[in-house]
């Protein structure tokens, strides 16, 4: 390879091209050293689970009854587990979907729950399941839970761990009675779907 | 563009639009081509854009929920795309999420580049990348890598539909342009064509037809219009020109006349040139004196013009010393004027004029001139110059004067020998029969002495005639080869003799031989005659000197003489310290009967004598001498280289000899005869006796005794000379003894006037003791006379 074109005085046309063509494939692997990547930080499983709450805010459709306004933000109620309320709040910055600011429910409480369009219910708050869920799984709310029996308690989407992945289960069943509408992508990766009319 | 040039316009034209459409179409053809490239490049990225979107949407929520099952079987479904090669997932932080491999589902699929949005063609390949974007969040990239196969097989398939459509339009091209450029070479070519048939049968009646109304019709109508007036002009110039060829015809043949007169001038004047160059050089080179003087008649004498170089020759007076000079400086006392007078009347009447004139030389020399005056005249007939034409002839005419002198002297001999001729018979019959008288008288008879004063007389006569007859050459010579100084020695004693006692005589022979061939009889009666003269020049005694010499006379010397001859010659000087002589005398010294000596004392016949004997021998007799100072004669005999003759015995002997045998006489002279033939038949001979040859032949015919011993003949007869008549006689008697006898011998025997050496002769007039002493010598003589036949 010819690094110096100089010293190359009977250059041909063809050696040219190709000394060029080298110089660009030496430029494109040093530009691009930062884009090919170099693999993350392994992110806990609140990070992951804070990003997923935050990606169904794409995948879900909701009822217009379910903001107060139009451009009412999308209301993200974290129950029982404050790591992970604190990991989506750093996801949630600056996020917008379908104009709306995604913003997170941080009291428990009972009355707010109505606000909310995402309420994530952690294993912590197993004992309440049933009743918080008896509350709003009429409400146009996804639910999201962690434990184990938590679609057929009537949520709609459940994190599960396979291969120490975060998977998720979706019931259909508890979504069209929430009236939240659940997008096909979003159903093509879940591991399970459960109540699908079809 | 040599290649071009030579081209007909119907390939050039079919060139260019061939040329034309063929780059045109290239360019069309590679400009679809690159544009069909372009598009297709476009319409590849495009698709694989979509596709990328598509399988980037589908793959979002796999992205976002970190499904890479999910991604992987989306990715997989691009299976049912042939052209994609590989296809990859990375999430947003750039990490490889799914990948696809066609070829080799195991091997993850990765790029060793990555763009965010982008695509690049590589080789073969198309790669292009799009980020995955999901509700206006970028998720994640997509980057496909298609193949570009395609693509390549497409543009091939163009290439091919390309080149056939390039080939068909080249082709359809080529033949519309060859039928189409027909229009526009068609005409042209008919006009070339018209044009070279034009210049090739220089035919300007050829037209080219006109087949369209564009600037080719305007070219045709131009070039038939100058075509006419072409013909126009030509005819022009054909009737200026025939009009000129007869004009240079008229012309050529006035020159040609004027050149023949001028050659034949040319020629003329050569031939005057050459004429008068030959004048000019005969002039120049001429003997004769010529000079040219004017024609003023007015004046007193004509002026010298010219004068050639033998003029200046002649005269002594070169042609500047000449120059205003008159003729008259050639003249001088002894010119005769009465002569001159006559020349110039001569020329005033414009005849011309021939004399002979006294002239003399720059030295004052004097020459005797012949000359011809001749006026000269021009075209229009006067007289403007004279020619002078002279010639020196003082030598000429002293020549003539000698020869003139020798004729003279040869008249004069002829007269005297004719004379003496006749005397001589006369005298020999006196002699003869008073001798006869003598010899039958008895003593002292009265009449003896009568007759002895008629024979003494007689006698004294006979020697005056033979002397005439020497001096006219009419004697027999007896010619011998003899010296000279031989002969003097023996005179020496006679001379000193002749000479007397006061007059001392010296004899000076030069060394060796002098050999002549003469009659020494003669030779020595010239001597004595020459020294009796100069004896009688000496009357108070003097010197007389005899010498002999060797000289030759040259052509010069001799050309000054008649009758003489160069060459060797013997010289006889003899001196004396005389008188000597004027030159008057000198002049006529040979003339017979010419004496200065006082009346009785001299003949007149001594020199002349001598003159008669000397030339008779072919020799030259000359004197010098001046009055007071003596003379010298020279006598010149040629030179001989024989032998000398022994002296022969004494001739005569006492009393008359006698005999008995026959003799012929013949004589014409009829007293000679009688006389003769008295003598002979006393002397006891039988005598035949003959007038002339004829005679004398009867004679002998009629001859009965058989024998003539002797024919005793005269030389010169009528009818028959006595030479011949010898021949004849000795034709019948061989053993006849012959004795001629002459006065002369003109026209009888040889040239030289002598005969032969051994012939018997006996000359006129001769005494009867002569005769018989003759007579009975040849007839003794015969063994001497045997010897020599």
């Known amino acids: ?198 | 563009m040599p290649l071009l040039a030579n081209m007909s316009i119907r390939r050039k034209q079919t060139l260019i639009i061939m040329g034309t459409s063929s780059v045109v179409l290239l360019l069309a053809c590679a400009a679809f081509s690159i544009y069909e490239v372009i598009t297709f490049r476009k319409a590849m990225v495009q698709n694989l854009s979509t596709l990328a979107e598509m399988v980037g949407d589908n793959t979002a929520a796999a992205l976002d929920f970190n499904d890479t099952q999910s991604a992987r079987g989306t990715l997989s479904a691009l299976h049912a795309e042939p052209s994609i090669i590989g296809a990859c997932v990375y999430t947003k932080e750039g990490r490889v999420f799914a990948s696809y491999n066609r070829t080799n589902d195991s091997m993850m699929f990765a790029p060793r580049t990555l763009q965010t949005n982008g695509h690049a063609f590589q080789g073969q390949r198309l790669t292009l990348s799009r980020p995955i974007v999901h509700l206006g969040e970028t998720v994640g990239i997509i980057y496909l890598e298609s193949d570009m196969q395609a693509l390549y097989s497409k543009l091939t398939r163009y290439a091919g539909i390309v080149g056939l459509v390039f080939a068909a339009s080249v082709l359809i091209a080529f033949v519309l342009s060859n039928r189409l450029q027909r229009l526009v070479s068609g005409p042209i070519r008919q006009l070339a064509q018209v044009t070279r048939s034009v210049a090739l049968e220089k035919n300007y009646g050829l037209r080219a037809s006109k087949q369209s109304n564009d600037e080719l019709g305007q070219l045709v109508d131009g070039f038939n219009e100058m075509l006419t007036q072409i013909q126009a002009r030509d005819a022009a110039l054909q009737t200026a020109r025939d009009s000129l060829e007869s004009r240079v015809r008229e012309r050529t043949a006035e020159l040609a006349a004027a050149n023949q007169s001028l050659v034949a001038e040319i020629a003329e004047r050569k031939r005057a040139e050459e004429s008068l160059r030959l004048l000019g050089s005969a002039v120049e080179q001429a003997e004769d004196s010529i000079y040219i003087t004017d024609a003023q008649f007015d004046q007193p004498d004509s002026i010298l013009l010219f004068v050639n170089p033998a003029f200046t020759k002649m005269t002594g007076y070169t042609a500047q010393e000449v120059q205003g000079k008159t003729p008259r400086i050639l003249y001088g006392e002894r010119t005769d004027t009465a002569i001159l007078a006559r020349l110039r009347a001569a020329l005033s009447r414009g005849e011309a004029f021939h004399g002979e004139l006294i002239n003399y030389r720059k030295d004052g020399s004097e020459f005797q001139a012949e000359m011809h005056v001749a006026p000269i005249r021009d075209a229009k007939g006067a007289i403007t110059h004279f020619v002078s034409i002279k010639r020196d002839v003082t030598e000429r005419r002293r020549f003539e004067e000698r020869l003139f002198q020798s004729q003279k002297m040869e008249t004069v001999g002829k007269l005297a020998g004719g004379v003496a001729h006749e005397f001589n018979s006369i005298m020999t019959a006196i002699l003869g029969h008073s001798e006869l008288l003598l010899f039958d008288l008895p003593e002292g008879n009265p009449l003896r002495k009568s007759a002895s004063e008629i024979h003494h007389a007689a006698d004294r006569a006979a020697i005056l005639t033979r002397q005439l007859l020497a001096y006219g050459r009419k004697q027999m010579l007896q010619a011998d080869v003899l010296d000279l100084n031989t002969v003097l020695a023996g005179m020496e004693n006679t001379l000193r003799h002749i000479a007397g006692r006061d007059v001392d005589v010296h004899i000076a022979p030069s060394a060796g031989p002098k050999l002549v061939k003469a009659d020494p009889g003669q030779i020595e009666q010239v001597i004595v005659n020459i020294v009796m003269n100069a004896a009688d020049a000496m009357p108070h005694g003097g010197k007389l000197t005899l010498e002999t010499a060797e000289t030759f006379l040259d052509q010069q010397y001799v050309s000054r003489f008649a009758d003489l001859k160069p060459g060797e010659y013997v010289m006889v000087a003899i001196t004396d310290t005389g008188a000597g002589m004027s030159e008057a005398v000198k002049a006529r010294l040979f003339e017979p009967f010419f004496t200065t000596k006082e009346v009785g004392k001299g003949t007149g016949l001594g020199l002349a004598t001598c003159h008669g004997i000397i030339k008779q021998s072919d020799g030259h007799i000359n004197v010098y001498s001046e009055p007071g100072r003596g003379a010298t004669f020279k006598i010149y005999l040629p030179k001989v280289r024989l032998e000398v003759k022994p002296a022969g015995p004494p001739l005569k002997s006492p009393g008359m000899p006698r005999g008995t045998e026959t003799i012929l006489l013949v004589e014409d002279d009829p007293a000679l005869r009688q006389m003769a033939a008295t003598l002979l038949e006393r002397l006891g001979y039988t005598l035949l006796t003959a007038g002339n040859g004829l005679e004398a032949l009867n004679v002998t015919h009629q001859q009965t005794t058989g024998r003539i011993d002797l024919l005793f003949t005269d030389v010169v007869m009528p009818h028959m000379s006595g030479k011949e008549l010898a021949d004849r006689v000795r034709s019948l008697y061989p053993q006849t003894k012959i004795l001629f006898t002459s006065a002369y011998t003109e026209n009888a025997f040889s040239h030289q006037g002598v005969l032969q050496p051994g012939i018997a002769l006996l000359q006129k007039p001769f005494t009867p003791s002569a005769l018989a002493a003759k007579v009975r010598e040849v007839l003794d003589s015969e063994k001497a006379a045997a010897a020599r036949q």
Do not use: H
Request: proline share 4%; hydrophobic share 45%.
């Open chain 1, 1 to 198: 390879m010819q690094i110096s074109p100089q010293m190359q005085k009977p250059a041909s046309r063809s050696g040219v091209r190709r000394m060029l063509a080298g110089l660009a494939f030496v430029a494109v692997l040093l530009c691009g050293e930062g884009l090919v990547a170099a693999d993350a930080p392994v992110a806990s499983e609140a990070q992951v689970k804070a990003v997923f709450l935050y990606n169904f805010t794409k995948y879900v459709d909701w009822p217009t009854e379910a903001f107060a306004r139009t451009n009412s933000p999308l209301l993200i109620g974290v129950l029982g587990d404050g790591t992970i309320s604190e990991e989506l709040k750093k996801v949630i910055v600056d996020k917008t979907v379908n104009g709306r600011k995604i913003m997170i429910q941080e009291t428990g409480k009972e009355e707010d729950w109505p606000k909310c369009q995402i309420i994530f219910i952690s294993s912590a708050e197993k004992a309440r399941l049933p009743a918080i869920l008896a509350k709003i799984k009429t409400l146009p709310i996804l639910t999201v839970g962690e434990a184990g029996g938590f679609l057929e308690q009537g949520g709609i989407i459940n994190f599960t761990k396979k291969d120490d992945r975060i998977r998720l289960e979706i019931g259909l069943e508890a979504a069209r009675l929430a009236k939240v509408q659940i997008s096909s992508q979003l159903l093509s990766v879940a591991d399970t779907v459960k109540g699908k009319s079809n």
